[in-house]
């Protein structure tokens, strides 16, 4: 079992604000599918900020691949992972979906080729929306956004995959599309982490669940 | 600690300090501002959360104060010569307008901080005490939530830009020209999509059909707030009239 994070006795507050995490200790693993449910507010998405390092200051240790994060800078913890966020805003840049794409492979500094314009097309087409390629951003609706996010997913195949609440405001199509992607992820012995409150849907491809509730693990399966 | 004043007394406070700041270009009146504006935000809220908060703004400003305040100096002219070289001239008068101008900036910080503090509904509930008509009041609102709605749409691309693993520093000005035209738009339009929305919520609410709007909530004032509203209009005539 190789180990991606080890989290032990977390503790965590936002600025004067109520402690999030209480101890908290728990095991990710670089392979398989893990999910990780909690009714809203149960801290799922502040989990995700803190294993990618978008929030800090917490007591305990987190330990990505046996270092500790927070000594970690964020190449570091980004050339492994891949997060996609809960929130439609603020997580798609440019005008349309394939510059969105365009700008995760190249970031401004690499150079476009022919080759990375077919697997963007890939990509959209794997969420079901490459006829909306060049549509505006502002134009999409919630459902089509969040497909535009999730497109990314296949760009980075040996990148392990952070999802944070991936079904919110996608239709059954949307939901089947990205089940698919998972499970070929699976297949290939590689892993995902899945943040949700709505665990029934990824039942059958789920090899590990945590529940947090009060901070804490409060089951794990 | 929770906001002890009324928004309403917020508001007056920060106009009289605004235009006393732009009115007085003194440093004794700059730095008395600065202080006020401190004791007014330390009874609003943690100290703590406060001083991190503004050496955070002010780390981000600090190159621009000096900008200013170095250009003030070499550009007036006027005064008891300090040092000169040549056509580059230093005097008193420079010197001393230069720090006053970067208080001055100083001090629109701290006020602007004390504004954004307040939440829309708060503005609303302040201006409807004030009996100023609803459309105004959300216009009035919607520009003075635009910075900080702006602010946090910006740190959210930021984080984009993170997660992207994109840094800046590194690229050429080419390339960073092209982030800042990929974070723009994108801004932009969250921004006008915001508007869209709330003006959708409005219309959800049959905004303008009735001629009186009832609320939830009444901001009431308290003695404190008749106290610090009537000391704010004192220090503000003495300092404009008589200082």
């Known amino acids: 079992m190789k180990v991606l994070y080890r989290i032990s006795d977390l503790e965590f507050a936002y600025k004067g604000e109520v402690s999030v995490f209480k101890s908290l200790n728990m095991v990710i693993t670089r392979l398989g599918v893990t999910l990780i449910t909690g009714s809203n507010g149960a801290g799922k998405t502040t989990l995700c900020r803190l294993l990618t390092g978008l929030a800090s200051g917490y007591h305990g240790s987190i330990l990505l691949q046996e270092r500790e994060l927070s000594g970690l800078n964020r190449a570091a913890i980004m050339d492994d992972i891949l997060y996609i966020k809960q929130e439609l805003q603020g997580n798609l840049m440019g005008i349309t979906p394939e510059e969105d794409l365009k700008i995760w492979q190249n970031r401004f500094a690499e150079e476009d080729t022919e080759e990375k314009r077919r697997l963007r097309e890939a990509g959209l087409a794997k969420l079901g929306i490459a006829e909306l390629k060049d549509k505006p951003l502002w134009e999409l609706s919630y459902g089509q956004k969040r497909r535009s996010m999730l497109s990314v997913l296949p760009l980075f195949p040996d990148k392990y995959w952070i999802i944070d609440e991936p079904t919110a405001s996608l239709d059954d199509r949307g939901i089947e599309l990205l089940t698919t992607l998972i499970e070929k992820k699976r297949k290939r012995s590689d892993g995902v982490l899945i943040l949700t409150h709505r665990p029934g849907l990824f039942r059958t491809i789920t090899d590990y669940t945590f529940a947090i509730t009060d901070g804490k693990i409060a089951g794990e399966s | ?243």
Not at chain 2, 63 to 77: E, K, N
Not at chain 2, 125 to 140: D, Q, Y
Not at chain 2, 206 to 228: K, S, V
């Open chain 2, 1 to 243: 600690m929770k906001s002890t004043l009324n928004t309403r007394t917020i508001i007056v406070i920060a106009l009289a300090l605004s235009s006393i700041v732009v009115i007085r270009q003194n440093i004794t009146t700059q730095l008395g501002v600065i202080i006020m504006a401190l004791i007014l935000l330390v009874l609003q809220e943690e100290r703590r959360a406060i001083f991190s908060r503004l050496t955070g703004r002010l780390k981000h400003f600090w190159i621009a104060f000096l900008a200013i305040m170095i250009l003030q100096v070499l550009f007036r002219r006027d005064g008891d010569v300090i040092f000169q070289f040549h056509i580059l001239k230093i005097t008193q008068t420079g010197i001393y307008y230069g720090i006053t101008v970067a208080l001055r900036l100083i001090n629109l910080i701290l006020i602007a901080d004390l504004l954004f503090r307040i939440s829309s509904a708060e503005y609303m509930l302040a201006f409807k005490a004030w009996h100023i008509p609803f459309e105004i009041s959300f216009l009035i609102t919607t520009v003075i939530r635009f910075i900080p709605d702006y602010y946090r749409l910006f740190l959210a691309y930021r984080e984009t830009l993170y997660l992207r693993n994109i840094e800046i520093r590194k690229l050429s000005i080419k390339n960073k020209l092209s982030v800042l035209v990929a974070l723009l738009i994108p801004v932009l339009t969250a921004n006008l999509a915001d508007v869209k929305s709330r003006a959708v919520a409005l219309d959800m609410k049959a905004f303008r059909l009735y001629p009186q709007r009832t609320y939830l909530h009444e901001a009431r004032l308290r003695g404190q707030d008749y106290l610090i509203q009537f000391l704010s209009l004192i220090i503000f005539l003495f300092v404009i009239l008589v200082f």
